[in-house]
């Protein structure tokens, strides 16, 4: 006789096998995960270049807000350092303008 308090338990581990001894698909796991990348054909463009062109493809914002990144630097989600010695490396880059210290601008 099969214990009814238990039945939960026994059948959660019957069905935890019946999934677990499932072949493995090549693109695993397809139940979570969309199998079409439709930004496949951008995979080969600089990163500015395939956000514009994804911008363009599905009339999408492609950036967050904002208001968003400060939030995160504000709650430390964000790596200052990284941030840092991008903005380092921009500013020694940019064109030269009279009263903009870049760094400190940025």
Known sequence: MVDVLNLGKI???HATAYVAAEPVPLFWPMR????????HGLEGLPFTEAVQAARGLFHARVYLPRTTYQRYLREDKCD????????????????GI???DWQRWL
């Open 80 to 95: 200052v350092r990284m941030l840092d010695a991008i903005t380092v490396q921009f500013a020694q880059t940019a064109p």
């Open 98 to 100: 009279d009263g903009i």
């Open 11 to 13: 059948l959660r581990v």
């Open 32 to 39: 979570t995960f969309i199998h079409n990348n439709p930004l």
